[in-house]
């Protein structure tokens, strides 16, 4: 009779297979975790992205209604910076816009019908708590159609909260350019060049996204 002789591995080698897998492993499971994490980092920075945008959209449609930069404010705010009812400048980091007034009808309201001057309604933007809102002052005539805003803290039924257009705001700036694209004061300005910067924390990280836009006054 034949002696069958089988062959195995031994102990050691078993271990060394082991400790190969689970190296292995391990550098999958690495792997994958920081492919998931580079994965949602880049789906957020795309949000900000997009929120920063809508953002600066919002500010470009009112932007479009106005005739210029105020500096200060034409009408009082009894909500002003400071207590100060002509508190709110036009500068780096704040917007204070004359917007074209309208009535219920969306028709224009003129100060001077003679020479076509439109009245104005204040539109403010500005930063508080990482937060970009917008408030409205309206017009001292009774026909305008808008509602002046107040702080959300003092918000009431007859003076609504100003409206908040973007969240985790760390930059908000303003550029202000005349004719001949030199940098000038607000009230000068032709154009207006907008950046913003949304930073929020995720899985012990900051990810931040910046959109900047440019935009030109109407004629008046």
Do not use: H
Request: contains cysteine.
């Amino acid at each position: 009779m034949r002696t069958l002789q089988q062959k195995g591995f031994t102990l050691v080698e078993m271990l060394i297979t082991m400790i190969m897998i689970s190296l292995l492993s391990l550098m999958v499971a690495n792997f994958i975790a920081d492919w998931l994490q580079t994965a949602s980092l880049a789906q957020v920075r795309t949000t900000l992205l997009s929120n920063a945008q809508d953002a600066l959209d919002n500010v470009g449609n009112d932007i479009r209604l106005s005739g210029a930069a105020d500096q200060p404010n034409r009408w009082p705010d009894p909500n002003g910076p400071s207590g100060n009812q002509y508190g709110w400048t036009s500068n780096s980091s704040t917007l204070v816009l004359a917007r074209l007034a309208t009535n219920s009808s969306n028709n224009v309201i003129y100060a001077d019908t003679s020479k076509y001057i439109s009245q104005k309604d204040n539109v403010i933007y500005y930063v508080s708590n990482k937060k970009l809102y917008q408030r409205i002052i309206a017009a001292s005539d009774a026909n305008t159609s808008a509602t002046t805003t107040c702080p959300p803290a003092l918000a009431t039924a007859s003076c609504p909260a100003d409206r908040k257009i973007a969240q985790d705001v760390t930059n908000f700036s303003i550029t202000y350019y005349n004719a001949d694209d030199q940098v000038v004061v607000a009230n000068e300005a032709r154009a207006i060049q907008l950046s913003i910067t949304l930073t929020e924390s995720q899985g012990g990280k900051n990810v931040s996204a910046t959109y900047a836009t440019r935009m030109v006054f109407r004629n008046e």
